[in-house]
């Protein structure tokens, strides 16, 4: 026979559960408060003191209230987070058990994809598939089984929540970990992420990917792509954590396609820079104020990359060196319509710090090499490579070559004597061949002929050239732009051609 005490405690959860069945939202709501408030952080042993080993009465009824009213959000936050009392709590493998019995899991997915519920509640549904995937790998493959990768990245993709995108990231780590049946199934989702429309997501992908890159070792072909769509961005912290990942895919088997697809980023396609301003708005009268298209966005984080890589591996230099890498950043600093690229691509042909060589080998195999001590200021791809020096040499002219090797701030009369440049697609300048170079300044060949009365000569480095404007008067002065003074020197010999180059000298980086 049960004790006075036990028959008291029984009563009393039978009078508990009687309550509960009879009440409507606004009493259920209040009894949630009370239970969360009371029993926050107990074990399950002592959930069940505290009903009278009936615990999993309580639990049966929170469960069937959340799959009748889920879809309406009525109390949701509550009663998820009374759920998760019981799931979290120490030794709950049985309120586990009997939670994803009645099809738990999949209530919580449906949750994620349901429009009316709030971002709160939806929160709320991530922490507890959080519990339950950390709580074994056969149930971080339940929840993969039941197509939760995909829901867990839509929701990523959609949120709006900074602080639920990120307890978001937490889960999708938690699958990669320990989750050997399915971990490419996470891979792969977390590629599909990557050209979604969320900065944050994006963000938290890049990171989650390089983690689950470690874990699985091979690549997938189409990661290459995506992660060169990302560089698209106008966020920072996005570029930066793509570029980490490019970091760490050059040493597995993508490193070619990877390197070919960033040389071929820095010039834009035909298609791509038509889409400018009208013929209306390039009146020389008038300050250019063109929008800043995502090409150029990406041509610039592609010469920023190469930069890095160059920097950190000298092998990888040289490969990009057989992709025209110098080729193609000389054709990047031409790109008026966007500073950034201008100077990104200044700054990698002319790389204020030497690349270390201890990772040379490594990258392939071999043993790792003692780098040597660097130089004060070199230029990585010129002072490295001699010919790249020569034809850099010969493509800028004496005087914009000594200007490009000075890392200190240019004086004031080159400060005041900007050349007019103009960008020339590829497709109108085929190589230098049909480009005389005269006195520094580029001018037109007519005809394959030099410049009648001056020394000239032709190069055979293909680069599509920059033709200067080296016209009788100075630029005309604007309300942002002031009238520089007179030259000090005659017009076609104090302006200096590429004027990329000269906006990226005045600065010293490293």
Known sequence: MTSIKEQAAISRLLSFLQDWDNAGKVARSHILDSFIETNQGKTAPELEQEFSQGASLFLVRLTTWLRLTYMTGSC???????IGIFLSAVSSNRYLIEFLEVGGVLTLLEILGLEKIKEEDKKESIKLLQVVANSGRKYKELICESYGVRSIAEFLAKSKSE?????????LDSLVHGNPKYQNQVYKGLIALLPCASPKAQQ?????????QSIIGATHPSIVDCVLKVLRTMHLEVQYEAIELIKDLVNYDVCPALLRGLVDLLIPSVRETSKLQPKILNDSSVLQLTAQLPVFLQQAAAAKTIGVLARSNTSLAQEMLHLRVVHSLLSAMGNTDHSNSQRQASLTLQVSAAAPAGRRGAARGGPAVTPAAPH???QYFVQTFPVVEQHVRK?????LYQLFLVSAPIPSRHKEQRA???WCPLHTV???????HTDGAWWPAAGGTAWRGLLSWHLSVPFAALLVKLGAQPPPATSLCPSPPKPRLPWHLSQVPLAPILRAAPRTYT
């Open 76 to 82: 949701l936050d509550k009663l998820l987070r009374s």
């Open 163 to 171: 602080e639920t995108q990120e307890e978001v990231q937490v889960l």
């Open 204 to 212: 938290l992908s890049l990171q989650t990917l390089r983690t689950a």
């Open 376 to 378: 004060p200021t070199p």
């Open 395 to 399: 493509s800028m002219g004496e005087e």
């Open 420 to 422: 007019r440049t103009e």
């Open 430 to 436: 085929p190589t230098l061949l049909n480009t005389t």
